[in-house]
């Protein structure tokens, strides 16, 4: 199994400011994706983070909002980018070995935009 | 596109009752399917997934194509079952998912 680590677990945050969450794990690992829980919806995959190259975004999430860094195996960033309050949601890092092999979930961080 | 729907937000069943949680799902192609739990302060795990056909904690899942269901049945309700769970779609050769809104369960004494 992976254990992640996210931080931070919560903030608030000002509008039109940014927020970056660090996403580390225990081991290397192949696939790093980042999802996103808006109150009382579901999740929803905002983008997969690819080591060395620029991320793979879902339909309607773009790079200039949603910055991700992934500089090596254990380790990614996302960023919050000119934050609004409907931003406000739980962001979770998700981390997979590859194909078949089961998906594991960091503890989540709360973002509340004022 | 892919769509995973479930369509109770809460299910409350009696201990030792059987419960039984829905999903329905939409894709083109062949996809791989999912339930993942959150208890209470914890973070999302997987329970099980159907090309496992394994039964944990009781549960089992059985694919339909026919009906595109993948509905969660245990016989017998545990309280330690009052959770969050997800039904969540992979589709084949992606390493992603696509998650259904969630279906609280409630097990009362």
């Known amino acids: 199994s992976a254990v992640i680590s996210q931080k931070p677990s919560r903030d608030i945050c000002q509008r039109g400011t940014s927020l970056t969450i660090q996403c580390q794990v225990d081991?290397?690992?192949?696939?790093m994706f980042w999802y996103r829980q808006q109150p009382g919806q579901s999740l929803t995959l905002i983008a997969t983070?690819?080591?060395?190259?620029?991320?793979?975004?879902e339909s309607g999430f773009v790079i200039d909002k949603f910055p991700i860094s992934r500089p090596n195996l254990t380790f990614s960033t996302l960023t919050v980018s000119n934050m609004s309050p409907e931003d406000s949601s739980i962001y979770l890092c998700?981390?997979?070995?590859?194909?078949?092999?089961?998906?594991?979930f960091g503890q989540g961080t709360r973002l509340t935009v004022v | 596109a892919q769509r995973v729907t479930q369509p109770e937000k809460l299910l409350s069943v009696f201990k030792g009752a059987p419960v039984e949680l829905k999903c329905n799902y939409s894709?083109?192609?062949?996809?791989?399917l999912f339930w993942y739990v959150q208890y209470s302060r914890q973070r999302l795990q997987l329970l099980l997934r159907?090309?496992s056909r394994e039964s944990i904690k009781g549960f089992t899942a059985d694919l339909n194509k026919g009906e595109t269901s993948f509905h969660l049945k245990k016989p017998f309700a545990q309280e330690e079952d009052s959770a969050m769970y997800y039904c969540?779609?992979?589709?084949?050769?992606?390493?992603?998912?696509?998650f259904g809104s969630g279906t609280k369960l409630n097990v009362k004494p």
């Open positions: 159907h090309i």
């Open positions: 081991s290397q690992v192949t696939m």
């Open positions: 983070a690819n080591q060395g190259s620029e991320a793979t975004y």
């Open positions: 998700s981390v997979q070995q590859g194909r078949e092999t089961e998906a594991f």
């Open positions: 969540a779609l992979s589709p084949y050769n992606f390493n992603k998912f696509y």
């Open positions: 894709y083109s192609g062949s996809p791989e």
